[in-house]
């Protein structure tokens, strides 16, 4: 079981910078056939400066804004080579200044698939090579018109990723590049001002893509890694002076941030992750920091075999 | 084998996300306007600032037989011979109507502009200077007493300046050229009406000069459009140059007489000044209330506090002060004004997604044309359905937003006699759902706007009246959803908008076009 540090759903960490996800959509581990891993997550986030456009600022009438995660993860291994993963979190935003109301709700649903479509070993090391298909819809009607308090941005959004990773000994890197498609959202009003004028509920939302590259120690049980990630929005304007964000900006981050997972010496099948992470540059976006932790079981759905449960690399 | 599955589930879901993400919108699907009446004798119909429709001078045009007439027709037909893909848009968007696509243009500006100054380094705030447009902050701040009183200004204008239009047109009765000569196409629907001097220009005109004091650093995105569209009507063939420079020559005089009323109708003092609003919550304080104070930071000063003493144009200010002004709002000390205050906490508290979609709906907030630019799209979009003559349209409009600047200054006038705290400055456990407005209370400016507004527009098409009503009705609850509004704030706000409109229709009962 892998905490993923950013993933399809990072336009949501971009706005309310607290959706992280805990399974493996972007991390170089399998989990083996008929094993089933599965738990909740919860995690904080929060920022006081934001860019505006490329002006970094902050804002006296929002003062911190923070967002409260809880999730429900899974991953189920349909083989040693395909897994299965969802994902769904419940956020609450909430602003410690001015007058805007914090919003809550279950946010998106999210679905992965994710195939190991090349291992072999080189040299002194083994390099995998991964395909993974993402999709993810709202799960409730929330609006995302509301932003920075909106819980997200409502889009439906497919993704696709490809991955390397490479291990040599208990070191190893992994980097990822993925594009995601997102559809249109429908806003409360029938007109709306981005750089002109729109006679529509409808919003075009500009497609991304995003970037993530992780290194460090990894084993059987567990892992600590550093990690750096980027996401970019591919179109979309710039807040105006003064203006609260819109749906459709360019919202881009690069963030750093540091992630481990401990199995339990006791139990094996459970294990503890962890994660913090800080915003080193961005756009129409929050600067946020935040972590998250969450617990994880592995169960063995497999009726005749017998296997370890913990989630093995290879 | 996993592979295929794989494929399979991915084209499934491209297949759900359908390709394109192409929005086709409202305002693009306007057919061309092919007026059920020309209306043709609306040089009769009462102007607004006008003495009378003659009161500017439009020399008789050439004879269609002049060789100079046939040059032109020739342009006509040179742009004809090659016309392109954009041309052939522009003839279509333009189509749709002069009045209408200028209203639009102004809603586009209002939203363009409808964002309040940043805060200086010392914690005060700048205001846009009219002098120096293009500096930070960009003048105008195009607010909801801004905007309301643009839209009037331009709409009214555009009545007067069409009204001594449809005089001349009676007057010379030049046919279109597209009628004149049969080599001509016609791109647009045919109509009988005479086309010297140009409608479309006549609002090009008038509008164009208005804007120059509206909205002074946005000249050159106003005169491309003004470019588009005359081009469009002579690449349409319904009307030749001379046409356009006779209606264009006649607006720009017509907006001068507006231009003046603008200069003088007190909005350059509605700003006030620290002594202003100082008095204003003292003023409070020594009726035993408790006084507005902004909840912005740092505090920001009162939107436009004067902007109740601006010039109205359907009664006087005695009338306001006598007749349209609201009773006082319960008392802040009152037993009801702590029921109202818990009545909306109970909205702030748990919103429920359809009270969230209403308060949006209807916030016509920040970056938006505003609530009065919100009721000129829903009536757009009905008169659209209409079929009504430029000069009807023009006519409508004025109605409508005279009502709604008049709207705006009872509104303003009530906020800043009573000085009427916000619910959220009574009780900090009030959070809103929508955007503070920083200005008192009571009156409710969406219930106000929409009370006037549903008003005159059930006057003016009958067959929506009740629509209307419930519009107005929802607009106005949606600031107690918003959890910005008193209960008193939004049904006072509704009464006096409609006792606004109804000085409005008694206007429409006697201006000639009924």
């Known amino acids: 079981m892998k905490y993923a540090y950013i993933s399809l759903v990072m336009a949501v960490i971009v706005v309310t910078n607290t959706k992280i996800n805990a399974q493996t959509d972007i991390d170089g581990v399998m989990m083996e056939k008929n094993a089933f891993c599965i738990g909740p997550m919860a995690g904080y986030s929060s920022w006081k400066n934001y860019w505006e456009g490329s002006l970094k600022r902050e804002n006296l009438n929002l003062g911190k804004v923070s967002t409260t995660m ?20 419940y956020i609450k935003t909430k602003a410690s200044a001015g007058q805007l109301k914090g919003l809550k709700g279950i946010q998106d649903l999210s679905f992965w698939i994710k195939w190991k479509a090349y291992s072999k070993k080189t040299g002194q090391g083994r390099l995998s090579l991964f395909a993974i298909g993402g999709y993810s819809l709202p799960a409730s009607d929330y609006t995302a018109d509301f932003l920075p308090m909106s819980i997200g941005l409502e889009s439906k959004n497919l993704s696709l990723r490809g991955m390397a990773d490479f291990q040599t000994g208990i070191w190893f890197a992994t980097i990822s590049g993925t594009y995601i498609r997102r559809s249109n959202i429908e806003l409360d009003r029938t007109a709306y001002y981005t750089t002109e004028m729109h006679y529509t509920n409808k919003v075009e939302m500009p497609d991304a893509a995003s970037y993530n590259v992780r290194a460090g120690y990894r084993n059987k049980g567990g892992y600590a890694e550093l990690v750096l990630d980027g996401w970019k929005t591919l179109g979309g304007f710039d807040i105006t002076r003064n203006n609260m964000p819109f749906p459709s900006n360019e919202m881009n981050a690069t963030r750093i941030g540091i992630n481990i997972k401990y199995p339990m010496a006791f139990l094996p099948q459970l294990s503890i992750t962890g994660n913090a992470f800080t915003t080193i540059a961005g756009r129409n976006m929050g600067q946020a920091n935040g972590f998250n932790a969450g617990i994880f079981y592995v169960i063995d759905l497999s009726k005749k075999e017998k296997t370890g449960s913990d989630n093995s690399q290879k | 084998m996993k592979k295929i599955n794989i494929l399979y589930i991915a084209s499934a879901i491209l297949l759900l996300h359908s390709c394109s993400k192409d929005i086709t919108e409202t305002n693009l699907q306007f057919p061309a306007l ?127 300046a069409l009204v001594a239009t449809w ?132 505090k920001r000063p009162p939107m436009l506090p004067l902007f109740g003493r601006v010039r109205t144009w359907l009664f006087d200010s005695l009338t306001m002060v006598t007749t349209i002004r609201p009773v006082a709002p319960p008392s802040t000390s009152s037993q009801q004004f702590k029921d109202e205050t818990e009545e909306i906490y109970n909205y702030s508290k748990n919103p429920t997604r359809e009270q969230v979609r209403i308060a949006h709906f209807w916030a016509d907030g920040l970056s938006t044309y505003t609530p009065p ?72 400016g969406h219930s106000t706007f929409s009370g006037a507004a549903a008003t005159i527009l059930g006057h003016i098409i009958p067959s929506r009246a009740t629509a209307y009503t419930a519009m107005a009705q929802e607009a106005s609850v949606s600031r107690m959803y918003g959890a910005i509004h008193y209960r008193s704030d939004c049904e006072k706000g509704l009464e006096t908008g409609n006792k606004v409109g109804a000085y409005a229709v008694a206007r429409a009962r006697i201006d000639g076009a009924e």
């Open chain 2, 373 to 444: 630019g919100h009721w000129n799209a829903i009536a757009a979009e009905d008169f659209v359905k209409a079929n009504f003559s430029e000069l009807r349209w023009a006519r409508n409009m004025a109605l409508l937003n005279m009502s709604l600047m008049d709207a705006a200054t009872a509104c303003w006038d009530a906020k800043f006699y009573y000085f009427n705290p916000r619910p959220s400055q009574i009780d900090p456990r009030i959070k809103t759902t929508t955007g503070l407005p920083n200005f008192p209370s009571y009156i409710s």
């Open chain 2, 167 to 298: 005089h001349y047109k009676n007057l010379y009765n030049r046919a279109a050229p597209y009628s004149v000569d049969p080599a001509v196409n016609a791109l647009i629907p045919k109509s009988n009406l005479p086309s010297y001097p140009s409608e479309d220009a006549a609002v090009i005109g008038v509008t164009t000069e208005l804007l120059k004091l509206l909205f002074p650093g946005d000249q050159e995105f106003i005169q491309l459009k003004a470019e588009e569209h005359k081009k469009a009507r002579i690449i349409a063939g319904a009307n030749v140059r001379s046409d356009l420079e006779a209606g264009e020559a006649l607006g720009k005089l017509v907006a001068q007489k507006f231009v003046t009323r603008a200069r003088g109708d007190r909005t350059g003092a509605a700003i006030g000044n620290q002594a202003l609003w100082t008095q204003m919550e003292n003023d409070a304080i020594a009726r035993g209330e408790i006084p507005w104070i902004s909840q912005e930071s740092p």
């Open chain 2, 34 to 160: 092919q007026p059920a009446n020309t209306d043709i004798n609306g040089g009769t119909w009462l102007p607004i600032l006008l003495t009378g429709p003659a009161e500017f001078a439009v020399a008789a045009p050439i004879a269609t037989t002049a060789p100079d007439y046939i040059a032109q027709v020739n342009e006509i037909k040179s742009f004809q011979a090659h016309i392109t893909k954009e041309e052939r848009r522009a003839v279509n968007y333009w189509s749709a109507g002069a009045v209408l696509r200028w209203n639009e243009i102004m809603r586009e500006l209002v939203a363009l502009h409808n964002l309040p100054p940043y805060q200086n380094a010392d914690g005060t705030y700048p205001f846009p200077s009219a002098n120096n447009p293009l500096a930070y902050p960009q003048f105008p701040f195009a607010n909801p007493p801004y905007a309301a009183r643009a839209y009037a200004y331009v709409a009214a204008a555009q009545y007067d």
């Open chain 1, 70 to 89: 809880y999730s429900l993860m899974g991953n189920y291994g349909i083989t040693n080579k395909l897994n299965v993963m969802f994902g769904l979190p």
